[in-house]
């Protein structure tokens, strides 16, 4: 499922002349694998770029690796951290990341076998990044960076207390691999030279009453953008250091005001003046147009809520699991939408 350079600019041209009318939206969605019955408690979610697996990973510590569009098990493993918060691919595909917040350990596991490649003693990880073109991820557990040799599975880098005294709870590599941004637990973000790791920026986010508590981040340009516990999208300018806009997020789903587990929910258009991003409340998709500041639906499910949220631009996909009903109970069921862009 791998697109050409041909889709690529089609889809940004597609979504830069779509800005210019209100209506209909520049995004839309159809459903195209439905996996219902998962009983474990599901948590965690990660498309490959080329969009030809996706991983779940639940609390009990299980992962799955499902091919698409089949929805066919690839293979089956249990996390030495005995559950999984979060989950991100390598850029070539070929290397799976599992964290866990509340552990003691990051796994990385060979896509392709479905092999455990390496443990890492790293306690409550909550930010992993695999850099776009070298075989190196980042990770951040409690308030330090640790750089990880992928191919070997070794940390060969720690940058202690490295916000402050703040955890790190996210990062994101620029598309070119030359900048990482990291997050913090109160909504402070820093950037930083690679590989040398030099602090370039830092830039505070607005604060609700609640602390920020990022759970994604993601780089395009001088932007970034970021999510909180609350929903809310921040984008900052991070050329001008300071926060350019802000997109609220109103909670609709039952019971439900936060959704910590929805990490990695945001990503750019390639040519990075729109911005995909959870739903009222995780009932869906809306991409947000950075300009303007107008929001369109991409497309909003029949769940009570999503739980956690995954998007392949490159593959037009994006993967979400639901739960069986309004207070987040099982069973569980996994879901795969492709993107469709309006043209003129």
């Known amino acids: 499922m791998r697109h050409s350079g041909a889709m690529t600019r089609a889809v940004t041209v597609a979504l830069l002349l779509a800005g210019c009318a209100e209506s209909p939206p520049p995004v839309t969605a159809e459903k195209v694998l439905d996996v219902p019955g998962i009983q474990p408690v599901v948590n965690a979610v990660a498309l490959s770029a080329d969009g030809s697996v996706v991983a779940v990973g639940d609390m009990d510590g299980e992962l799955v690796m499902r091919e698409l569009p089949s929805g066919a098990e690839r293979w089956r493993g249990r996390v030495a951290a005995r559950r999984v918060d979060g989950l991100v691919f390598s850029a070539d595909g070929s290397l799976l990341a599992s964290t866990a917040q509340e552990g003691r350990t990051v796994e990385l596991w060979q896509v392709l076998a479905g092999r455990q490649a390496a443990v890492l003693e790293i306690r409550d990880s909550r930010a992993a990044a695999f850099h776009p073109t070298e075989p190196t991820l980042v990770l951040g557990g409690l308030g330090a960076l640790y750089v990880v040799d992928a191919q070997r599975g070794e940390i060969v880098r720690t940058l202690p207390n490295a916000h402050g005294g703040e955890n790190v709870y996210a990062a994101a590599f620029s ?25 370039r920026t830092s830039v505070s986010m607005s604060k609700s009453l609640e602390q920020m508590a990022p759970v994604s981040l993601v780089l395009q340009g001088t932007r970034a953008a970021a999510n909180g516990l609350l929903g809310r999208v921040h984008i900052v300018d991070l050329a001008k250091e300071r926060e350019e806009r802000t997109f609220d997020n109103t909670p609709e789903a039952p019971g439900h005001g936060m959704h910590a587990e929805m990490r990695r929910s945001l990503a750019f258009s390639q040519d990075g003046d729109w911005l995909f991003a959870p739903d009222m409340h995780d009932r869906g998709v809306r991409i947000l147009n950075l300009s303007s500041g107008k929001t369109y639906p991409v497309f909003r499910g029949d769940a009570p809520f999503y739980k956690a949220m995954s998007i392949s631009v490159p593959a037009s996909l994006v993967a979400l699991l639901r739960p069986g009903d309004g207070q987040g109970r099982g069973p569980y069921g996994l879901e795969v939408w492709r993107l469709a862009y309006r043209t003129r």
């Open 175 to 199: 598309s070119d691999g030359q900048v990482l941004a990291t997050a913090s637990d109160q909504g402070s973000i820093k950037v930083w030279t690679w590989p040398a790791l030099t602090l």
